[in-house]
T-cell receptor, first 115, second 114 residues
Framework: GAVVSQHPSWVICKSGTSVKIECRSL??????MFWYRQFPKQSLMLMAT?????????EQGVEKDKFLINHASLTLSTLTVTSAHPEDSSFYIC???????????FGQGTRLTVV | AQSVTQLDSHVSVSEGTPVLLRCNYS??????LFWYVQHPNKGLQLLLK??????LVKGINGFEAEFKKSETSFHLTKPSAHMSDAAEYFC????????????FGKGTKLSVKP
């Protein structure tokens, strides 16, 4: 149980285009989803927290107009990287937590390369 | 304030020898603790978790960790390393409550020599 599916696992896009990453909870309802970014040789950095049906809460320093997060249903959250630049190339990982759950389960991650 | 400290950024062992990856935490709440492994270009995989049950937790692939409240530690061990264990390991604290956010250590890279 508690499977989180993230898609795509890797994507290459041209500079200036937008990329959408999906995070789905397959067998539970995720009232909260977290989006992380991993920089080389560093730990995961929390970008934002999204609660179903409400606006995402972004961490300090994360551009909300660039990283659009939508959590329209209890099983799906999306992260859209708008007008991507090479410096946005990174590993993005989502995690999902059910209502009042103490555990958050991770997707497999998405390797984004902007050329 | 809650924090997680992984004491070693890089650990190198020989195949067949024991593995010890150290993790200390600081939490005002009763924490849940996790160890995740990340192989190159792969997502995170849960190795094991502690959620206030038995203090010695057994995980997948022969790993185990012991929660020691007096030492605020949750070190990860394995009796005998395999080449396939080479990866990045993250110690994670969940502070629970209504927010349930996760706090990550900076990670420990495990290298296994033949």
């Amino acid at each position: 149980g508690a499977v989180v599916s993230q898609h795509p696992s890797w994507v290459i896009c041209k500079s200036g285009t937008s990329v959408k990453i999906e995070c789905r909870s397959l067998d539970f309802q995720a009232t909260t989803m977290f989006w992380y970014r991993q920089f080389p040789k560093q730990s995961l950095m929390l970008m934002a927290t999204s609660n179903e049906g409400s606006k995402a809460t972004y961490e300090q320093g994360v551009e909300k107009d660039k990283f659009l997060i939508n959590h329209a249903s209890l099983t799906l959250s999306t992260l859209t990287v708008t007008s991507a630049h090479p410096e946005d190339s990174s590993f993005y990982i989502c995690s999902a937590r059910e209502h009042r759950g103490r555990l958050a389960f991770f997707g497999q991650g998405t390797r984004l390369t902007v050329v | 304030a809650q924090s997680v400290t992984q004491l070693d950024s890089h650990v190198s062992v020989s195949e067949g020898t024991p593995v010890l990856l150290r993790c200390n935490y600081s939490s005002s709440y009763s924490p849940s603790l996790f160890w995740y492994v990340q192989h190159p270009n792969k997502g995170l995989q849960l190795l094991l978790k502690y959620t206030s049950a038995a203090t010695l937790v057994k995980g997948i692939n022969g790993f185990e960790a012991e929660f020691k409240k007096s030492e605020t530690s949750f070190h990860l061990t394995k009796p005998s390393a395999h080449m396939s264990d080479a990866a990045e390991y993250f110690c994670v604290v969940s502070i629970g409550g209504s927010q349930g956010n996760l706090i990550f250590g900076k990670g420990t890279k495990l290298s296994v020599k033949p």
